[in-house]
C-alpha cells in the first residue's frame, strides 16, 4: 500500500532561515508528487507539484521541491523562510491512473518567529 | 475560473443524529470529487471519491455514506452520527487525469 512520511511534525525557525521539510513516499510505480499548505483560517492550497521532467521544481511564494527517485524523497525547500509562511504543510502522493486518489503524509506545522 | 464551495462551515449535532454535508463546484464539468476527513496529526484520509454522477467509491469502512446526484454535487450523509465522526471534513475537485485537487473551506463537525 502507499504511504506518505513526513518527518518532522512541528518546526520553529526564525525569520530568513532556511527550511527543509522531509517528504519520502513508499510506492513502486510512478508517481505524482505535490506539497500543498494550509495558512491559518485558509483552506489547503497547492504549492508545487512534480508530474515529470525537471526534479527540482519551482512553485509559489519561493518554495522549492526536488524529487530524488532513488531516495523515494520530494524534500520542500525555501532559503529563507517570512513570517507569512507560518501554515501546516503537506505532502501528497498518487499513483499515475484515472482516479487520482492523493494519499497525504500527516503534515508538518512550521511556526516562523519575527 | 473554478469554484468549489462547501457548507455549512460549522456544524454541532448530537449523537445518533442524521447527517448531511454538501459539495459543489462551479465552473467546471465532469470532474472528480473527494471527500476527505482531516484530523490534527494525522493529515487528511480520503473517504470517498466519484469519477461520475452515481459514481462513489469507498476507500475506508465507516458509519458514513456519499452520494452525488449531479454533475457537480457531492453530498456526505449519515443516518446516524458517532462521536467518532467528530472532525475537519474537505471536499475536493479535480479535472480527469492526475491533476492537482482543489479543495474546499472545510466543514468542523463536532458531535456532543
Known amino acids: 500500500a502507499q504511504s506518505v512520511s513526513q518527518h518532522n511534525h512541528h518546526v520553529i525557525l526564525s525569520e530568513a532561515a532556511s527550511l527543509e521539510l522531509g517528504c519520502n513516499y513508499s510506492?513502486?510505480?510512478?508517481?505524482?508528487l505535490f506539497w500543498y499548505v494550509q495558512y491559518p483560517g485558509q483552506h489547503l492550497q497547492l504549492l508545487l507539484k512534480y508530474f515529470s521532467g525537471d526534479p527540482l521544481v519551482k512553485g509559489i511564494k519561493g518554495f522549492e521541491a526536488e524529487f530524488i527517485k532513488s531516495k523515494f524523497s520530494f524534500n520542500l525547500r525555501k532559503p529563507s523562510v517570512q513570517w507569512s509562511d507560518t501554515a501546516e504543510y503537506f505532502c501528497a502522493v498518487n499513483a499515475r491512473g484515472a482516479t487520482n486518489k492523493l494519499i497525504f503524509g500527516t503534515g508538518t506545522l512550521l511556526a516562523v518567529q519575527p | 475560473s473554478q469554484t468549489i464551495h462547501q457548507w455549512p462551515a460549522t456544524l454541532v449535532q448530537p449523537v445518533g443524529s442524521p447527517l448531511s454535508l454538501e459539495c459543489t463546484v462551479e465552473?467546471?464539468?465532469?470532474?472528480?470529487l473527494y471527500w476527505y476527513r482531516q484530523a490534527a496529526g494525522r493529515g487528511l484520509q480520503l473517504l470517498f471519491y466519484s469519477v461520475g454522477i452515481g459514481q462513489i467509491s469507498s476507500e475506508v469502512p465507516q458509519n458514513l455514506s456519499a452520494s452525488r446526484p449531479q454533475d457537480r454535487q457531492f453530498i456526505l450523509s449519515s443516518k446516524k452520527l458517532l462521536l467518532s465522526d467528530s472532525g475537519f471534513y474537505l471536499c475536493?475537485?479535480?479535472?480527469?487525469?492526475?491533476?492537482?485537487?482543489?479543495f474546499g473551506d472545510g466543514t468542523r463537525l463536532s458531535i456532543l
Open positions: 510506492y513502486g510505480g510512478t508517481v505524482n
Open positions: 465552473g467546471t464539468s465532469n470532474p472528480n
Open positions: 475536493a475537485w479535480s479535472s480527469k487525469g492526475n491533476q492537482p485537487q482543489h
